[in-house]
């Protein structure tokens, strides 16, 4: 629901300001005027974050430390090596990242590597097992 700022003048001729939710700019103006005998003026605030957003919000540098870009990409190459798939390497790198930038995209990367591996499964079940094989292409092939 709508918050709306408003000022007005109450019945002693003070001025009165105050915030109030309503279901539009009419019920608002109907609600104050039912207090206060003169709206001077009535605006929609707009949505304001909430608190826990403040927490999360991220000061600073935004640059990832080549460092820390540089140890997760030995930990992934490391971990793919292993067999392990890269939406589930993913996941656990990002799990282990303490950098919360590199930790965001590590999470939404493995959402989207597990979604792709889910269309990849659908297609290996439409089109036969082999058919996976023919959507990956090597470094500078091309395919028409």
Sequence with gaps: MPSFSYRALGRDGKEVRGVLQAESETAAVTRIRD?????????????KKNASSILQME???????PKALSVLCSQFAITLRSGMSIARAMRMLAGQ??????????????????????????GAELFGSGSADNLYLAPGQHRF
């Design 97 to 122: 990242c303490t950098d919360k930038r590199l930790r965001k995209v590590m999470e939404d990367l493995a959402e989207t590597a597990f979604q792709c591996g889910i269309l990849l499964d659908v």
């Design 35 to 47: 207090n206060y005998p003169v709206l001077l003026s009535i605006s929609e605030q707009a949505d």
């Design 59 to 65: 000061i600073g540098n935004k640059q990832v430390k």
